[in-house]
């Protein structure tokens, strides 16, 4: 069986929101990029850019642990790693705003 290749942001995100359903892999994504973030920001001011490498680490790294140890699914970035990257920009600042919740409620 063929598998479609999903061709938009838009197409991918809800595919996203379904593979991050856990309550600790939501925080541990909101965490990760919050610090991602931080870490930007920090190296721009005091121009200590040799931080910027630590991002990949750090944003990746609290993801990936969400993933294989909550989450228990392989993180899209391996597949789709743009629309993963946007989508996990856009999946932060819509928990930020509230749009979205950590805790997922089944109806």
Not at 7 to 36: A, D, I
Request: aromatic share 22%; hydrophobic share 45%; net charge positive.
């Amino acid at each position: 069986m063929m598998e479609t290749k999903m061709k938009t942001l838009k197409e991918f995100y809800p595919y996203y929101l379904s593979e991050h359903q856990n309550y600790t892999c939501r925080m541990l994504h909101f965490v990760g990029t919050g610090l991602l973030f931080m870490i930007l920001v920090s190296a721009l001011v005091t121009q200590n850019y040799v931080w910027l490498y630590s991002i990949p680490v750090v944003g990746y790294g609290f993801a990936w642990v969400g993933h294989f140890f909550f989450e228990k699914n392989k993180p899209a970035t391996f597949k789709y790693p743009l629309f993963s990257l946007a989508s996990d920009f856009i999946l932060f600042f819509d928990l930020l705003r509230g749009k979205e919740k950590f805790r997922i409620i089944e109806k």
